[in-house]
């Protein structure tokens, strides 16, 4: 039994220690915000905050997150209300197919908790998912946006 705290909640999962952190998301806990892309972390669709750091969950496996913080697109909206990164998403119409949005919604939260005023360059360093949609001069819109307020 593996015990996991994601979004604030404890679980107790009953799978095998290599399987991926993303299945059990997905699968067993039911938060299926958490896409899955390719399987091998390079796409970022499936972007986590694991202890706070921007990490791609389909490569993670379900031992290594044991006992740790882990963070899912679900845990940003509170009480109704979208986070600020959400709402710029919205305002500044990111999402095309908005696939590749959760990953990158949470790429660009643990940027701006790490970084508040980041420049292009720190962008591009932190926010490194792939959008099909090449929705990337959006993205940097909206985080410069969100950085100024």
Known sequence: MTKLNIN?????????PDT???WVIREQVGLTG????????????CTILFEGQAL?????????????K???????????QLSKIQKAWVDHQVPQCGYCQSGMVMATTALLRNTPKPTDVDIDLAV????R?????????????????
């Not at 882990?70 to 109704?80: A, D, M, R, V, Y």
Request: charged share 20%; with cysteine.
């Open 56 to 68: 791609r969950s389909c490569v993670l496996p379900v031992a290594a997150a044991e006992g740790k």
């Open 133 to 149: 949609c090449g929705t990337f001069q959006q993205v940097r819109e909206a985080i410069h946006a969100v950085s100024k307020t």
């Open 34 to 45: 958490t896409k899955y892309g390719c399987g091998i972390g390079q796409c970022g669709a």
């Open 70 to 80: 882990i963070e899912t697109i679900e845990s940003l909206e509170k009480n109704g």
């Open 128 to 131: 490194s998912n792939i959008c």
């Open 8 to 16: 604030g909640k404890n679980y107790d999962i009953d799978v095998e």
């Open 20 to 22: 991926p952190l993303l």
